[in-house]
DNA sequence: CGAGATGTGCTTTTT
DNA sequence: GCACATCTCG
């Protein structure tokens, strides 16, 4: 067992106080927490309910106990309840014991339970909000103006939950302490911000225009504003002006913003509601409630205090968080150990802030708490800042590069302003490792694929990149490929089991992607409304054509046996037996299909989860490609390949950091929402409203383009997620591209090898899928185009038409339901119109009927596949009517072709009667007949979907 | 050399 | 929808 360092002897002994550990990579961090934990209940005899160590997976809290265990004198026993754990867990045991009234402080008349589920599964997260949006849109028809505005829930729930790990939080009739004020932004934040940008910058021949001006150069441009909104030159002034006069940005920043607050007020307390109501909580709301809990009753939070809190991974916390901690302090006895240089989970609501303006925050922090009454109390403690520099893991030369990397600019116009002040943030390590001479190569090949695999064959056995203080030559499992991307992961693991190398792929799959989840999803499908395309792609899997399949939909006659195997399925109770059956008929025995079940089984147990919502939930999988877990089972020495993401913790002696592309780095655009929160300028809405020609379209907020000028991405966690790729190495480093290589790999100071792929190229079968959910190589056979893949979208983005995506499918919906006899009465004006047209209508009516097009595109046989809204037969004749909710009619000839794909099918099928397509819009009343495209022509605009997918 | 206009290529990470 | 790179003009 190792003796500390002296630094770590420090922390180690140093109990009481404040701690602001910086603990970079290979700096024995866990070591040094876990003896300092021993070191507090043994020496000075606390009890272990007494020490507060907090962590932010459960697999962490683990390890932290096992090593506890191992160092200190108590045995298992007293140690199997010590709160050692992560935030989130913390939270909902303290709600459990003292909390479940915390709701009713915000003013929510309902309780948590001793049943209340935690929605651990994203996806279902998004499922239940997504359920929950549509009924706050029915009940609340006063914020009509939002839901329009909206294309996507999700993006809602997003905002919901960064206010949630901001602490931001709803009472039933307004804010929760400074709540509101956060909404409003930061003022002062921001005026330093603009006075920064709007500085004139400095040229060879004096000033010229500062980054504020030059970043509105393309303001309007490809935009609609309101008619009111100023123009670029109003705002950026003549050419040669050096600044913007931020009259127009003050404009900008004091936008009313009342009804939105509201909406958002309105909408986060229904949230809530609705959870509680269906007994369940977020990872958000237990954090939330837990503050809420706390920071109101005073008897509770003082019995739940600790004498001593520690927490890892500091830099990975959010504002409520560091908040919950303060909270659940006793004593002034807090130790955070961190690395602001690995703070790589923004997107998770970490705030970097917490551990790079520790101090400042801490106070800020208290004064918040305390302002009303004493809640926490630091006794005016001072921070002691313990830096850990030496590195046990990897050479000088690594560590160097890793340092270098968080000082180099991301694209080509980024500068780095202050190199020096960043590089005085570092706390530079110092290596201890027995490899002096590492190989640091940088590999470019136009593919890369070939060139990463060949790479590896070149270093597995070879003298010069021996590893083990180079005793000996490294193995295929001393090798991991990290990848910024996921997709590139998978590629290389393709190919590299293509040529029969060994390798082990470490991240999470597309799980909802695969055969064995699709088959899972028709069967469910048929077992719940019979339905068509459940049918089609069981039939398709039993080898049936695509005609076969379009004969026995249409008679609806199937073969015995999956009849009888659909009554077997009926058998079962729940949804992850009836998955376990199907997979079981089909064969699929692997980790896919164990993956399959266990999300399946962990998804059926929340509240009223019914089959449907099963079946949503993986529609919405495949659609929004979500990935899990797979538990790969590596039988041999293999080599990793894994995300960058989920390497960090690990260390590698060798790593080959892959894909160093300019797509593989993102830039910073934090996703399109129509209402975004920034805690510079508040709460915000992307867009708005307006009535143009008595019509409403959607507009472009001039206001937030103008603010959002000022909030430049920037790549600081680029460059920190790079810095934890480099510092996973142990002995060697290969940084590899491939002919597109990004400015870090242009940059930084590695020697460019000359390096030949030794592997042939690899064709990797490409594969698309058919319209019905199976993969097909890609030259061949039906490959499946919809309809509305025809369709050029730019004309729907040129006329933004505000009266939202929900609606639609909320009136199509009942439409089909409607022509069912399902219907319960029509809702809104559009469904009244088309209650009015379908009653009006002699002969029969037919909703969401599936259309099949087989058609000749070059040399190719594609099939196109979609649905028609209404079919209306008479004797002589059949209408084909698709419904369009838009308020415009702009989009006609696009839809012309949807049409078309439509009544070519029609007329094959039916040849006696005449074919009839037409649009009618709800929003107008209007009815238009549409004159069809020939064959050839759909088969022209198929060409370009067909090429443009390469 | 700087400013403005135009064209191109992508859209990730997961406790 | 966005940011970057490149082109063109003054």
Redesign the pocket.
Same mark, same amino acid.
């Given at each position: 067992m190792p003796e500390p360092n002296e630094r770590q002897r420090e922390l180690i002994d140093a109990h009481e106080g404040i701690y602001l550990v910086d603990a970079g990579p290979g700096t024995g961090k866990t070591f040094t927490i876990t003896r300092r934990y021993a070191s507090i209940i043994d020496d000075r005899g606390i009890d272990p309910s007494g020490v507060l160590l907090l962590t932010? %997976?459960?697999a962490?809290a683990d390890e932290m106990t096992d090593r506890i265990i191992e160092h200190c004198d108590r045995d298992l026993v007293e140690l199997a309840d010590a709160p050692i754990g &992560?935030f989130?867990s913390r939270c909902n045991e303290l709600l459990r014991r003292d909390g479940l009234d915390a709701p009713r402080h915000l003013g929510i008349e309902d309780d948590i339970t001793a049943t209340t589920q935690i929605v651990e599964d994203?996806g279902v997260e998004r499922l239940l909000f997504e359920e929950f949006y549509g009924r706050f849109v029915n009940d609340h028809p006063q914020h009509a103006e939002y839901h329009q505005l909206l294309r996507d829930p999700m993006t809602i729930l997003s905002v919901l939950n960064q206010l949630m790990a901001k602490g931001i939080i709803p009472t039933n009739d307004g804010w929760y302490r400074d709540s509101r004020s956060a909404l409003q932004g930061d003022r002062v934040a921001f005026d330093a911000l603009i006075g920064e940008l709007n500085r004139p910058?400095q040229?060879?021949?004096g000033a010229?225009?500062s980054d504020l @001006?030059?970043n509105l150069?393309?303001f309007g441009?490809? *935009?609609r504003h309101a008619p009111e909104a100023p123009s #670029?030159q109003e705002i950026?002034g003549e *050419?040669? &002006? +050096?600044q913007v006069d931020v009259t127009w940005v003050h404009q900008a920043f004091n936008e009313d913003r009342e009804s939105l607050v509201e909406y958002i007020h309105d909408l986060y307390v229904s949230y809530l509601e609705y959870a509680l109501g269906r007994n369940i909580l977020t990872?958000g709301m237990l954090q939330i409630f837990a503050f809420v809990m706390l920071c109101e009753d005073d008897a509770i939070r003082t019995a739940c205090t600790f004498d001593y809190v520690m927490i890892d991974e500091f830099q990975d916390t959010s504002e409520i968080q560091f908040k919950l901690a303060l909270l659940l302090l006793d004593q002034p006895n807090l130790c955070v150990v961190g690395d602001w240089k690995q703070s790589? =989970?923004?997107?998770?609501y970490a705030d970097v802030g917490n551990i790079t303006e520790f101090e400042d925050r801490l106070q800020q922090f208290v004064d918040e708490l305390n302002r009303d009454r004493n809640r926490v109390d630091l006794d005016g403690a001072s921070v002691t800042s313990i830096p850990l520099e030496v590195n046990y893991r990897s050479p000088q030369a690594i560590i160097d590069l890793a340092e270098d990397a968080l000082t180099t600019p991301? +694209?080509?116009?980024?500068s780095i302003e202050d190199a020096a002040a960043i590089r005085r943030q570092i706390v530079s390590l110092t290596a201890e490792s027995a490899q002096a001479a590492p190989q640091i190569e940088a590999v470019q090949a136009e593919a890369e694929l070939e060139a990463v695999i060949s790479k590896i064959q070149h270093i597995v056995g070879n003298e010069h990149f021996a590893i083990d203080g180079g005793t000996r030559p490294p193995t295929y499992g001393d090798i991991a490929v990290l990848s910024? &991307?996921?997709?590139f992961g998978r590629e290389l693991h393709a190919v590299a089991k293509n040529v029969g190398l060994p390798v082990v792929y470490g991240?999470?799959i597309e799980l909802f992607d695969t055969d064995e989840a699709k088959l899972v999803l028709a069967w469910l499908r048929i077992l719940s409304y019979d339905d068509d395309r459940g049918w089609a792609l069981v039939l398709e899997q039993a080898g049936y054509t695509v005609d076969a399949i379009d004969q026995l939909l249409k008679t609806r006659s199937f073969p015995m046996a999956l009849e009888r195997f659909k009554e077997e399925l009926k058998e079962h109770h729940r949804s992850d037996a009836i998955a376990r059956s199907i997979l079981e008929r089909y064969g699929f025995g692997g980790e896919v299909a164990d993956s399959i079940i266990t999300t399946i089984r962990s998804i059926r147990t929340i509240n009223d989860f019914t089959l449907g919502d099963v079946i949503r939930y993986l529609e919405r999988g495949i659609d929004q490609r979500w %990935?899990r877990?797979v538990d790969g089972v590596d039988t041999e020495p293999a080599v990793t390949i894994q &995300?960058i993401?989920?390497a960090k913790g690990l260390e590698f002696p060798i790593v080959i950091m892959a894909n160093m592309n @300019?797509? #593989?780095f993102?830039?910073?655009?934090?996703?399109?929402g129509r209402i975004r929160f920034d805690e510079r300028v508040g709460l915000r809405q %992307?867009?708005e409203i307006a009535s143009i020609d008595d019509r409403p379209h959607r507009l472009?907020s001039w206001r937030w383009d103008l603010l959002?000028a000022a909030l430049?991405?920037t =790549?600081d966690?680029e460059r920190r997620l790079l810095y934890v790729a480099l510092t996973r190495a142990k002995d060697h480093l290969v940084l590899t591209a491939g002919d597109?290589p990004n400015?870090f790999f242009e940059e930084l100071p590695v020697e460019l090898v000359e390096f030949e792929p030794a592997v042939e190229p690899v064709d990797l079968e490409r594969t698309v899928q058919t319209h019905l959910g199976f993969e097909v190589p890609a030259q061949l056979g039906p490959r499946g185009i919809s309809p509305h893949d025809l369709m050029d979208q730019s004309v729907f983005?040129d006329v933004?038409d505000g009266r939202g995506v929900a609606l639609g499918r909320e009136v199509h919906d009942f439409a089909e339901a409607y022509v069912n006899g399902t219907a319960k009465t029509p809702s809104n004006e559009d469904e009244h119109r088309l209650v009015t047209l379908i009653d009006g209508l002699d002969g029969e009516c037919e909703a969401e009927v599936p259309v099949y097009l087989p058609l000749t595109v070059g040399d190719r046989q594609i099939t196109l596949f979609g649905y028609v809204d209404l079919l209306h037969r008479t004797e002589e004749r059949i209408e084909i009517i698709d419904f369009k909710t838009d308020a415009t009619t702009i989009a006609q000839p696009e839809y012309r072709k949807q049409l078309s794909v439509y009544y070519h099918v029609l007329e094959e099928t039916e040849p006696d009667k005449e074919i009839v397509p037409v649009l009618y819009y709800t929003y107008l009343d209007q009815r238009e007949q549409i004159n069809p495209l020939s064959r050839a022509e759909l088969a022209e605009h198929a060409m370009k979907v067909v090429s443009s997918e390469g």
């Open positions: 932010f %997976t459960n962490a &992560t989130h994203a910058n040229g060879a021949n010229t225009q @001006r030059s150069a393309g441009r490809d *935009r #670029a950026r *050419r040669g &002006t +050096t990872f790589i =989970y923004a997107f998770q991301a +694209t080509g116009s980024e910024r &991307t996921h997709s991240g999470d %990935t877990s &995300t993401h989920s @300019r797509h #593989a993102p830039s910073g655009g934090r996703g399109g %992307t867009h472009a959002n430049m991405p =790549y966690e597109n400015q983005d933004e």
